[in-house]
């Protein structure tokens, strides 16, 4: 029986640390691939594309109720909604931080400053109706969808759409970034997070973020437990979002991040969303344009995340109009998860969950040689192992808080490198397999 006690403290620590105040959050630290000396430039963006401000500004897409506690600063809360929303948020780094002083910070990897992040203007741009949609009883009792709602959804759709299509008109790559956040996250860190990744991407695609009614407050193993469950609900939302973000005119390419509990709600839409094409006998390719998948710190069950991963190959009667037994191409980059076995808050999971193994803690030597020649016959897929220190109180966030995950993150997402390729400083351990090397002391 595995030894439950770091799990308690972690779970204790977490317990303790929900009522403390904490530090203005900071922008992410620079990842090593823009360090000076030597390091690429990180905003490359003509001034043409740049605004009067520095501001990130992001599209969100949400399906967290509209915060009603008149003591809160959130615009959205932690209730779920009924329908889904999108607008538009300005992420502020520092206070009047002009463009040539940002552009120094952002290369180097002690800054001069602090450059803490604020939320600024929100504006709601549209929602869809509310649900369940209306529907009515026809002729020798069929079921219809009421047109009305259906025209409503129709022109939300295409409001939401049309919003893309004026980002991508500012923007060098026609690609959208979408990321979605895990447990503990309110509205604004998830706004802080994308807005970290967005900036270090050079903010070169429409940088977009789905946040979903994760609680952030109360009772951690209530909260956890909520939030599991509010996870469930927002799958269809987020099929919903990547649908209409891939089928909008103009977008050639999606990127899907995700972190920690929002790896299975990403995993479980993304399935679904395959499993869509495929029963129309399209290639999911071609339909979601998904280019890269990347997984920070999932939070999933081992066993439930290889059968969601190899599902449609081991049921050939839903593939079966693909001739010879061929398998659907499923994305066209790669799909990437990167896990650390000193993340101690997937340790709290294998506890609430009684789960053996959390993908977010998966050593090399714990995938069997079979199975990672299995998976790399799937094609593009990789595990990063990182064994390094904590770079935050968890290490739970290293995506962002360490410099050199970050860094590989970037050569992946902005200059399209596989593992081994210049520049990403990996070591090959297995057919799928690639761990950081060692650091010199």
């Not at 600024?120 to 026809?138: D, H, N, T």
Request: charged share 25%; with cysteine.
């Amino acid at each position: 029986m595995p030894d439950r006690r770091p799990a308690i403290a972690v779970l204790a620590a977490l317990l303790l640390l929900a009522g403390c105040a904490t530090q203005p959050r900071q922008l992410m630290p620079t990842p090593v691939v823009y360090q000076e000396p030597g390091g690429e430039p990180v905003l490359t963006l003509p001034a043409k594309m740049r605004s009067a401000s520095t501001d990130v500004d992001l599209l969100y897409i949400t399906d967290r109720g509209r915060q009603t506690d008149p003591e809160s600063d959130l615009p959205y809360g932690q209730d779920r909604s009924r329908r889904l929303i999108f607008g538009s948020v300005r992420v502020k780094i520092g206070t009047n931080v002009p463009w040539p002083v940002l552009e120094r910070e952002s290369r180097l990897g002690k800054r001069t400053r602090d450059l803490p992040l604020s939320l600024g203007r929100v504006e709601e741009l549209g929602s869809f109706p509310k649900e369940p949609y209306a529907i009515r009883l026809g002729a020798q009792g069929y079921v219809f969808r009421d047109q009305g709602v259906l025209a409503r959804h129709t022109a939300a759709r295409r409001q939401l759409q049309r919003e893309v299509q004026r980002r991508l008109a500012h923007s060098p790559r026609k690609e959208v970034m979408l990321y979605v956040h895990g447990f503990n996250e309110t509205f604004t860190t998830a706004a802080y997070t994308a807005a970290d990744l967005c900036h270090f991407l050079g903010r070169e695609p429409v940088c977009a973020f789905f946040t979903w009614p994760a609680s952030s407050t109360g009772n951690f193993l209530i909260s956890y437990t909520n939030t599991t469950e509010s996870a469930d609900y927002a799958v269809n939302h987020l099929k919903k979002t990547i649908r209409a973000l891939a089928t909008t005119p103009g977008v050639e390419h999606v990127q899907l991040l995700a972190h920690s509990r929002g790896t299975a709600l990403m995993l479980n839409a993304v399935r679904q969303l395959f499993t869509e094409a495929v029963a129309a006998g399209k290639e999911p390719a071609d339909v979601l344009k998904i280019d890269n998948v990347v997984f920070f710190s999932p939070d999933i069950d081992v066993d439930v995340g290889s059968q969601e991963i190899t599902a449609y190959a081991s049921d050939p009667d839903l593939i079966s109009v693909w001739p010879s037994g061929r398998l659907p191409r499923s994305i066209n980059g790669r799909f990437t998860v990167y896990s650390s076995p000193s993340d101690r808050a997937l340790l709290v999971s294998r506890i609430l969950f009684r789960s053996n193994q959390r993908v977010g803690n998966l050593r090399a030597e714990d995938i069997s040689f079979d199975t990672q020649n299995y998976l790399a016959k799937l094609g593009n897929m990789d595990l990063i192992v990182y064994e390094g220190k904590r770079t935050d109180a968890f290490g739970h966030s290293y995506f962002t808080t360490n410099p050199r995950v970050s860094s590989d993150v970037m050569e992946l997402l902005r200059y399209g490198k596989k593992p081994g390729d210049p520049g990403r400083d990996l070591v090959q351990v297995g057919p799928v397999v690639w761990k950081f090397p060692a650091q010199p002391k």
